[in-house]
């Protein structure tokens, strides 16, 4: 089981050249089901369609993707069922909540799916623990008058609340303040795990995509231009900057520090403790 | 210089509760520097900024801009012309259908006559970095050149501040960088006093002041290193620390002393060049 | 589908269409409008035809571009043509219960079908041709002289060239909100016009308040930048006729008044 893209191309309809995003070629991967997937890019470079097509919010125009069972090419029709499949949250989720109620706005997606009353309510429920909003406190505040971290949860929880196979995030975080931030991606994760999703995480942030991605594909004008482990991508440091794209702190730090001709070792990502220890080895050494 | 002494401020929510934004705020800004405000989502920071420029006026407490207070008068207007502002959302400050118009707007409100108007707009797009695009709608730009236009905007009119309220959090990395770039090239050349909001660390370590502010008060003011200095404190009020200081941060804990707070990967790499 | 709408759509190019003053423009097009209901027969069409079409040519503006502008009228053509073809008294060719596809019918609906489509051909010119700022310029331009009746003319003129600012804003907004409610499910094709209708407010609600927050930051922003209405605000690029604009005025108003009483007359 998993998701298999296989040559899917889509091309906007537009003779402005100019104008960023235009689609994506002939893009085919692989990803096993539990898994996190990292995609980066630049703006524009088309990793916002490549996502939309997981949900069949656009539809290849050539190629097809399966996912399970299911099979999304230009033809297809009963998207409920890959919608609810697959969960997307788009950039500030917070723009799209529309009901009197936080508890109404979670319930969207799950009545649309056809969920009977009880299940509704439990699906909510279950979707308000898993982003840590008390049910009783929130469910009939107005998701308007919540702050804006508040609203942001509110917003993956009726996405969440579709019990989804497949989640797609897109910058989940942007816009939000530091602690924010890294306590949201630490949440998103632990729900990944609870819930055994198949995550696509697409984020800016290269260290965030470092430390939670298990694999990474690399965008560049609607193309995948480079895809392996964090460690893998990362190492290509000259090619990431050609792209526009920038590469972990640590990756930066090697780099400078083999400039030097301080650090003779190979450039790699890694978390600032390992790197501690990489500095501490190279001070030790010259010691000896 | 801006001067702020006592200022509070505070707002009636609907169900009549007042809520205070603003406590008790001082603060010099002194002309020609780059001052960095930070603080979390809701500490008071944007409100803060709005008062700079008299968008708000004071409801007690004094600001005072190159000696002339902001109050209710007809002042209010000179100060926005010596004030300039960049907000947030790069979409919703764009007022003309081009970016040439868009400058042009800020220069009619203030009565430019029509003839200077093109060298002024010409030398305010050179100055961003826009000057091949001053024909271009906005929904052809990306984030970052909208931003940098609506900067440019600020330029053509030769204000002495410029008050930025998190202009780069819709941004990505390049814009981001784009932006901060062009603030602090105007900074150092044309001497414009820079005042910046933002969360974002990396942006704050080259200003001269840093100003953190939590729940509506100052709680930290000083050079950047001073600041970042005070680890506990930041973390405590949600606030994160510029990697470099961080990972100087684990060196401490494995017994490697770097000395000094370091705030960016190019002190800390002549750092560990002077140990080895 | 809605990113075909022309209106707004302002194509940058040099040429002399795009350089005369947007006053000229929108007399012009008025003209033109009225000098059209004058034509009362099918082969003096191709007068107008040519008149439209050396003005295309002259404003470069790419004739697929003007005939995509066509799309969204579609179904106001199709209207028209059977409303005249249908309800016209004439020789019968075809009938269906008390529907009578009529010879005369047929004709009518070709005239006025043609009409129409010149109509909006030429007046799209307009707008493809003049910067929405300009537009508006040249609407206050005309109205000044009602000030002096209280006719709030800079206000007008400015609401109007924000409205038009924010269009494509607008519509990528309500692509995006409808792609984030799908996502969840939402269904906007299915049902009767009741459900369709009520399947929109996800989508109108979440637009609505953004668009206030959107007014409100644009206040804000204009405030900031020193807006206080017209008073002592001077124009970029203050608008003089120059003799293109004569000309073009001269032409088309003469052009105009032929049509108009030879239409009387004969």
């Not at chain 1, 917003?155 to 602690?179: H, N, Q, R, S, W």
């Not at chain 2, 709680?219 to 990972?247: C, D, R």
């Not at chain 3, 007008?156 to 409808?178: H, V």
Request: include cysteine; charge should be neutral; aromatic fraction near 8%.
């Amino acid at each position: 089981m998993g998701i298999i893209l296989d040559k899917i191309s889509y091309k906007y309809d537009i003779e402005d050249k100019e104008l960023s995003s235009f689609g994506i070629f002939d893009i085919s991967l692989q990803v096993e089901s539990g898994k996190a997937i990292g995609i980066i890019g630049h703006t524009g470079s088309g990793k916002s369609t490549l996502m939309q097509h997981l949900n069949a919010l656009l539809l290849p125009q050539k190629g097809q993707i399966k996912i399970d069972d299911y099979i999304i090419n230009n033809k297809s029709k009963n998207l409920k069922d890959i919608r609810k499949k697959v969960g997307m949250v788009f950039q500030y989720p917070e723009d799209q909540l529309f009901e009197e109620t936080v508890f109404k706005d979670i319930a969207f997606g799950p009545k649309n799916i056809g969920l009977k009353e009880q299940e509704i309510e439990a699906a909510v429920k279950r979707a308000m623990a898993d982003l840590e909003l008390d049910y009783e406190e929130y469910k009939d505040r107005s998701p308007y008058e919540l702050s804006g971290g508040q609203k942001r949860k509110v917003a993956i929880a009726t996405v969440i609340a579709m019990d989804p196979d497949v989640l797609v995030l897109d910058e989940p975080t942007a816009g939000l303040d530091p602690k924010s931030k890294k306590d949201l991606l630490a949440l998103l994760f632990k729900i990944k795990e609870t819930r055994k999703l198949t995550v696509f995480f697409v984020s800016h942030n290269m260290d965030d995509i470092y430390l939670f991605s298990e694999y990474i594909y690399v965008m560049s004008q609607g193309k995948i231009v480079m895809e392996g482990s964090g460690l893998e991508v990362f190492s290509k440091t000259t090619e990431l900057r050609e792209l526009g794209l920038g590469v972990p702190f640590s990756v930066e730090v090697l780099e400078d520090l083999k400039k030097q001709g301080l650090y003779r070792g190979e450039i790699k990502a890694i978390d600032l403790k390992e790197l501690a220890e990489v500095i501490f080895n190279l001070l030790g050494d010259k010691n000896d | 210089m801006i001067k702020i002494s006592n200022l509070n401020h505070r707002y009636m929510k609907s169900n009549g509760k007042g809520v205070i934004t603003l406590e008790d705020i001082n603060l010099n800004i002194e002309k020609g520097s780059f001052v960095s405000i930070i603080g979390h989502n809701g500490s008071g920071k944007s409100t803060f900024a709005k008062h700079l420029n008299g968008l708000i006026v004071p409801q007690s407490g004094k600001i005072e801009v190159d000696g002339i207070q902001i109050k209710n008068d007809d002042n209010i207007w000179k100060i926005r012309n010596m004030v300039g502002m960049v907000f947030q959302n790069p979409d919703n400050q764009f007022i003309g259908g081009t970016i040439e118009e868009d400058i042009a707007f800020g220069l009619e409100n203030i009565g430019v006559p029509g003839n200077e108007m093109e060298d002024r707009i010409q030398d305010a797009a050179l100055k961003v970095g826009m000057e091949e695009y001053l024909k271009r709608p906005p929904h052809k730009l990306s984030g970052g050149q909208k931003q940098r236009s609506a900067i440019g905007a600020v330029l053509a009119m030769q204000p002495e501040y410029i008050v930025l309220d998190e202009p780069t959090s819709m941004l990505d990395p390049k814009g981001r960088q784009e932006v901060i770039e062009v603030l602090r090239k105007r900074n150092k050349e044309d001497k414009i006093t820079i005042i910046l909001i933002t969360h974002y660390m990396d942006e704050v370590v080259y200003s001269d002041k840093v100003v953190v502010m939590d729940k509506g008060r100052i709680v930290i003011s000083g050079q950047p290193k001073e600041v970042f200095k005070q680890k506990e404190m930041l973390l405590k009020i949600g606030l994160e620390l510029p990697k470099a200081a961080l990972l100087q941060d684990h060196l401490k804990k494995i017994g490697v002393e770097l000395g000094d707070c370091l705030l960016t990967k190019e002190e800390l790499v002549r750092k560990i060049w002077e140990l080895y | 589908m809605i990113k075909d709408i022309t209106i707004g759509q302002y194509i940058y190019k040099d040429s002399l269409v795009h350089r005369l003053d947007p006053r000229t423009k929108i007399i012009v097009s008025m003209l033109f409008m009225i000098g059209i209901f004058f034509i009362k027969d099918y082969y003096e069409y191709i007068y107008v035809l040519a008149l439209t079409a050396i003005s295309i040519y002259l404003s470069k503006i790419p004739v697929a571009k003007i005939l995509k502008g066509l799309k969204p009228i579609l179904p106001l053509i199709v209207l028209t043509i059977i409303m005249n073809a249908f309800f016209t008294s004439g020789e019968v060719i075809f009938q269906f219960l008390f529907f009578k596809l009529t010879i005369e019918g047929l004709a009518l609906a070709a005239f006025m079908s043609t009409r129409i489509i010149f109509l909006i051909i030429f007046t799209s010119l307009l707008t493809l041709t003049t910067s929405p700022i300009n537009l508006t310029h040249g609407i206050e331009g005309l109205l000044n002289p009602l000030k002096k009746l209280k006719v709030p003319a800079h206000e007008i003129a400015m609401m109007m060239s924000i409205a038009l600012r924010f269009i494509p804003t607008l519509i990528d907004e309500t692509d995006k909100i409808m792609k984030a409610q799908k996502a969840r499910g939402a269904d906007f094709e299915s049902g009767n016009i009741i459900k369709k209708t009520k399947s929109l407010i996800p989508v109108l609600i979440p637009l609505f308040i953004s668009a206030f927050t959107r007014a409100d930051e644009l206040a804000m922003a204009m405030e900031a930048r020193g807006y206080r209405g017209d008073e002592g605000r001077t124009r970029f690029r203050e608008q003089r006729l120059q003799l293109n604009d004569y000309l073009i005025l001269l032409f088309f108003l003469v052009l105009t008044i032929f049509v108009g009483i030879r239409s009387v007359v004969f």
